[in-house]
Every structure is written in C-alpha cells, then in structure tokens.
C-alpha cells in the first residue's frame, strides 16, 4: 500500500487538530482502484422508481452571433 501523499505534513501538530484533517490510514479502501470488484457487504439495491415519460423540452435557437460562431 502506498503512503497518503496528499501535499500535507501530517507531522504538523497543528493540521492534527484541525476538524478538517483526515487521517489517509483510517480509510484504507481509498488508495484501491474504483475498478476492481469487491464483495458486497449486504444485499442492498438501490434503485430510484419513476413514473410517466421523461421530462423533455424543445432546443432553443441560438442567438445570431453565436449561431455564427457555431458555424
């Protein structure tokens, strides 16, 4: 695992006692790249239900000196 290089000191007494400071070594799941699958925890699905068409609405016509910078 490589070391939480982030531009920060974190040998800095200071920045320790800041709320804003996060320790890289809390949250080790964050060095992992996003693309490798890992096992799933719980059986949870999210999944957000609609009804009805979807929204839609006619493209405006540009105006004439952007239509021409288009162009």
């Keep these: 695992m490589e070391e939480c290089n982030n531009g920060i000191n ?17 949250f080790p799941s964050l060095d992992e790249p996003v693309s490798i699958p890992r096992q799933l925890k719980n059986d949870v699905k999210h999944s957000v239900l609609t009804r009805g068409s979807t929204v839609f609405s ?3 016509q540009l105006t004439p000196d952007k239509l021409k910078a288009a162009k």
């Design 10 to 26: 974190p040998e800095s007494s200071q920045l320790n006692s800041t709320p804003s400071f996060i320790d890289c070594s809390e």
């Design 58 to 60: 006619k493209p405006r």
